[in-house]
């Protein structure tokens, strides 16, 4: 056992350019830990470099620089046990059509080296429910199911670290909930689990820790509880007893907001204003008040503040 599952430091790729595509810098010095038995979420917005940095840990892509080392392996150094410790599930569901899954299963177990005797296809294939599918062409299989096929052939040589790219991405909510499932019980087994993501809701209740990267650099990196509470600001909701289009005199420091159903929003910092001090404040205005109620920050709050919203060129 290693402390760390995966260290990353200072990695970068550039894309090179193509008639079609100008180059990209997709990972600009990435430094990146991950400790052994957390369900760690990779977090950020399309086109940040998610499936890049992915894509490097499973040797699909080349990084033009940098340091990777999977379970105490470095990649340039050990390949084949670094490769060993560590199966991914692509965001692409690229699979070969004319197989079925059982066979599917059999060939990555082949590429992995293990021997027919220590084959668990059955198995696998039942861990992930596609049993009665196992003999149907992939072609024949939906979405979710091809889904599921490409974790079953992440597990064929039961690593310790599971890397899964956008693993909900477009299933429904059934399939979802299986799929979490899953992924926490093989956590609570041990497995090491990664996941990246563009759902807050997902990030929020499966990552013990979260890594936010945005436009190739990582922007944030705590345990998801501590990530949350950086956020300082709070909202009060006030709701008038008569609709107003005026705000009331506000102390410094309060940003507040007549919002669409007539309510009013108060955001202010924790650190540096009691809720006793609006409060006060209110009571001189004349405001009468027939509602009350408080907003707390959420991780949208975290990711909106260290991602800045943009239209990538490409
Ligand atoms: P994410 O998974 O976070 O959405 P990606 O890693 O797929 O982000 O992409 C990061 C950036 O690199 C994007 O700007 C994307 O267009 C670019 N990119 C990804 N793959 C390639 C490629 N094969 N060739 C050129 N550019 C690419
Ligand atoms: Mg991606």
């Not at 010095?29 to 490097?56: C, E, H, Q, Y």
């Not at 509470?229 to 289009?245: G, N, R, Y």
């Not at 705000?247 to 420091?253: C, D, Q, R, Y």
């Amino acid at each position: 056992m290693t402390d760390f599952a995966i260290q990353i430091s200072d990695l970068r790729k550039t894309y090179a350019p193509t008639r079609r595509i100008t180059g990209k810098e997709a990972l600009k010095g990435i430094d990146l830990n991950i400790r052994t038995g957390k369900v760690f979420g990779l977090l950020g917005p399309n086109g940040a470099g998610k499936s890049t940095l992915i894509n490097i840990l499973a040797g699909l892509v080349v990084k033009t620089s940098g340091q990777v080392t999977i379970w105490g392996f470095d990649q340039d150094v050990n390949p084949r046990q670094s490769r060993a410790s560590i199966g991914v599930v692509p965001q692409e569901l690229n699979l070969d059509a004319f197989l079925t899954p059982r066979e599917a299963v059999e060939v990555q177990a082949g590429l992995y080296g293990i021997p027919k005797s220590a084959r668990r296809t059955d198995e696998i294939l039942s861990r992930v429910g596609l049993s009665d599918k196992a003999d149907a062409y992939a072609r024949s299989l939906s979405g979710g199911m091809r889904r599921r096929l490409l974790l079953a052939k992440a597990m064929v040589h039961s690593p310790p670290i599971l890397v899964l790219d956008e693993p909900t991405a477009g299933v429904d909510i059934e399939l979802r909930r299986m799929l979490w499932d899953y992924i926490r019980e093989l956590n609570t087994q041990g497995t090491t689990i990664i996941l990246t993501t563009h759902y807050l809701e997902e990030a929020e209740e499966m990552c013990d820790e979260i890594a936010i990267i945005d436009r190739g650099t990582i922007v944030a990196q705590d345990s998801t509880r501590n990530l949350i509470a950086t956020m300082d600001s709070k909202t009060l909701v006030l709701v008038p007893e008569t609709p107003t289009s005026n705000l009331p005199a506000l102390p410094e420091g309060v940003r507040g907001e007549i919002r669409p159903d007539g309510s009013i929003a108060l955001t202010y910092s924790r650190a540096r204003l009691s809720i006793q001090a609006i409060l006060d404040a209110l009571c001189g205005s004349g405001l009468t008040i027939a509602d009350l109620s408080s907003e707390e920050p959420d991780l949208e709050d975290v990711f909106v503040s260290l991602t800045s919203k943009h239209d990538d060129p490409d």
